[in-house]
């Protein structure tokens, strides 16, 4: 086995980056320093449109080429953003390798960052969803399980890898329950073309996540304190399971339909949303699903509450997004350190493989 070339996948050829090792696009966490320092250590990094005033956004783009003197690196964006647009204009003026979405712009859209050979790469958590983004026209599928933070699905990471694979011929990166080489080369070895990380980067003294924040992360030990609520915004969000979302939970439906509303009004004038287009995703949210409306106006909830935490610095009257994986983690390294620390044990244990092999031959031929 050449240990030298296991490294390079389907996903380096593609997004230009030395490792398979993306850093995700977290609000108010992955900025234009982040992005960058993954860039210069070898990784590939997501900017966070979603929370990135609209006229700061493309100062940040300018920053990191400015930096790293590369374009090889991405920007991610929500259809429901005042400047979902925008992003995708910036993506393409700027010829950025690639953009990150969930719930996804439609098909013309698509093509259109295609046409610019501007990668779409999705991140989903169910195969239904991988293979509906393929044919969307999906160059990349992130597939991230139920372990991972933030919003996630309901199925493991082990199994839903596995049946992504099964499904579709794009590359694929996992994601949920990744820190470190084990988890790479295991990763690799099941087939996929490299590992998507969001807490784990998070946990680095690259992230503007304040210190008073980061400590919360850094005392999790057992993976039960991450826990997956559905209180925030009516979605499966896994978070650390801190004094804030206890209270938020035993509200009554109404008591945080009232806070959505306010988060919501809060999250228009962080935003320079007009009223106009409020109302214009209210009612497409009515046409589309009315069941879903409340859901909608919750959304709202979650950047506010966000901002608590990974801006101000007040953890205990935010909301703790997080994989089940930051109870395996205790330290802050630098972003060039994580990445060199996971492709370092990634190579012994590759190495180790490797010689296992040689010996199964040897016994093989031996025998003959």
Known sequence: MAIEHVFQTPVTDRLGCRYPIIQTAMGWVSDANLVTA???????GFLAGATIAEDALEGQIQQIIAATGSRNFGLNFHMFQPNAMQCVDLAIRYQLR????????????????KDANVLCVPTVGALKHAIKAVELGADIITIQGSEGGGHTGEVPTSILLNQVLDAVSVPVLAAGGYSNGRGLAAALTAGASGIAMGTRFMMTTDSPTPETTLA??????????VKVSLAVDGMRHRMINNPFIQRFEKKSGLGRLLTALQSAWTWKSATDMTTSHMLKLL????KEDPGAVSQLVMAANQPVLLQH?????????????????????????????LINDIIAEATVRFTELSRRLNESEDISSQSK
């Open 38 to 44: 993954t860039t210069q250590a070898g990784g590939f």
């Open 98 to 113: 690639a953009v990150s979405y969930g719930r996804g712009p439609d098909k013309a859209t698509i093509a259109r960052l």
């Open 216 to 225: 919360e992360y850094v005392n999790v030990r057992d993976p039960s304190q």
């Open 283 to 286: 009612w497409q949210g009515i």
């Open 309 to 337: 935490s990974m801006v101000d610095g007040r953890p205990n009257q935010g909301i703790l997004p997080s994989g089940q994986v930051a109870a395996a983690i205790d330290n802050l390294p630098s972003v060039a350190q």
